[in-house]
């Protein structure tokens, strides 16, 4: 079996180390120290293969704290922070129990998923099914309990609780899942049901689960003593033994060439991923025959222009669904939480109270809401399948003068798109106040609204410039760039950061927009000095 796992895991990190390489060739400047020729150094193709396998293991651990920490303990702290903290670990336990224990254990099973790896390995290399199984799944489990161990550790100490909690939780929560795995085998071996692909029943036990899970938060008390229960013989025998049982099955079942068959067929969506992602996200941003009105074809509408600016008025015309749906559905939103905002200040005065002193010191959470509220990204996949797909195969298209000239029209279209949904959030939210007879002065409201319309145009930039400068889209509209995925990972940190924030709204404001401005102008540089370089097909 270590054999195996060692053919594995060299697979893996040559595939991980030739993507690190292809990406890191892309980085303005820093790419054109590396040559071609790294891809057939073999030592050097070694050392970004351990690069790989760090970042890897890095992503890993990075990926269970923010699991815990963003799903788990920040609901927790905002719903329920004035609560003792052996109350507040019960509601982490009890959401804890529910998604990871409940809802993950029918949704997840690595025994039963469509996997390119699977079928590279087995079917294509010919290793045996059986080896090639009990080498993955005894890999995923240790690592399973292992990237798990420091985070549970961690948010357990948060709460008061001992250290030995978070070791027992990643046990029980691994042995857990592996009896979740031996289940999903047992019902494939007896029924020829592949529980995974039950869309129906996995997204019920999906919207259950977490309704289930976040209920509590709501009520104010979790509906067991977690801590009791969970950490308790009668609790870990209930999970040990049955843990137990199922890792003896699944090392002895003999026919996991029939699992992997199953999972594995050449037509399969899940495991042809690139054919899946790419069909659903043409259909996301693919101009419909019925979008396209008589009045749009009239010929003379767009007189007065020409170049760069003729070409966009057109696709801007041309695909105003793709513009207008998303801004309208925004405006939903934002109408339907105003007015339910307004029949709660009818029904329940006290809680409508609660919820305008949180909205006056809660700026720093329209960080993340002015983020979900813009419709860059969107934008930016519909220009890419509609227009820059095509084009870019000219040279004339890949010119600093016409990217430079693309860029700047794009974002002052997208900016006054963005600012639509900015605006009426301002509105809104002033409105309530006002309403509501709390203290708001007219510098307040400018404070609030310059932010917020800052914000807007801060994410309108932002979703331009990845777009230029990285430029994450391959042929099938799915993101290939690492750097990408690294950046807005990090934009989205510093909003969840920026929440504890607990200082004057004036303060956060002030700071905001600074380094919004700041992080424009080196935007607006990079675009202007390397978008001609890194503005390409992929």
Known sequence: MLRMLNTIMEIRGVSGANRLIYYFRGIPVLGKTMKDSVYSNWALKKTFTVI???????????TR?????????????MAAGDLPLTQQYDLYLHILVLLSFAVSAVSNAIILESKRDKYICVKLMRMPADKYMHATLG???????????????????VFGAPLWHGILLALLLTLWRTAAEALHLLVFDRKGVVVVKQNALVWSVIGIGYALAFLPLYTGSAWLDMDNVLISLPAVLAVLLP?????????????????????TKIDDPLLDMSRMMKEANRKQVETKEQDISAEQLRPGQFTGKNGYAYLNAIFFSRHRRLLVQPIQRRLMIIAGLSAAGLLLQLTAPDLFAQLIRYLIGGL?????????????????????FNCDLSLLRYGFYRERAAILSNFR?????????????AAAICLALNLLIF????????????????????????????HLFMYYIFQPYSTELNMRNPFFT?????????????LQFKGAPAQFALFVLLAAAVYTLIALVLVYRYSHRTFRVK
Request: one cysteine or more; proline letters at 4%; glycine letters at 8%.
């Open 486 to 498: 690294i950046v807005n990972s990090i934009i989205t940190g510093v909003a969840v950061i920026a």
């Open 364 to 384: 720093p959470v329209f960080v993340i809401v002015m983020n979900f509220t813009s419709i860059g990204e969107l934008v930016c996949k519909a220009m890419f």
């Open 409 to 421: 029209i794009r974002l002052l279209r997208l900016s006054g798109l963005n600012l639509i949904p």
């Open 139 to 157: 890999l995923k489990g240790i690592s399973f309990f292992i990237y798990f161990v420091p985070a549970m550790m961690v948010f357990a100490g």
């Open 65 to 77: 704290f923010a699991y815990l920490g963003l799903i788990i303990y920040l609901p927790v702290l």
């Open 243 to 263: 843990g137990i049982i199922a890792v003896i099955y699944i090392a002895r079942y003999p026919r996991y060439r029939n699992a992997v068959d199953a999972v």
């Open 435 to 462: 309403l509501s007879g709390e203290g708001w002065s007219a510098a307040e409201a400018l404070i609030f609204s310059g932010t917020v319309l800052g914000l807007s145009l801060f994410f309108s930039v932002h």
């Open 52 to 62: 790989a396998l760090i970042l890897r293991i890095l992503f890993a651990f990075s």
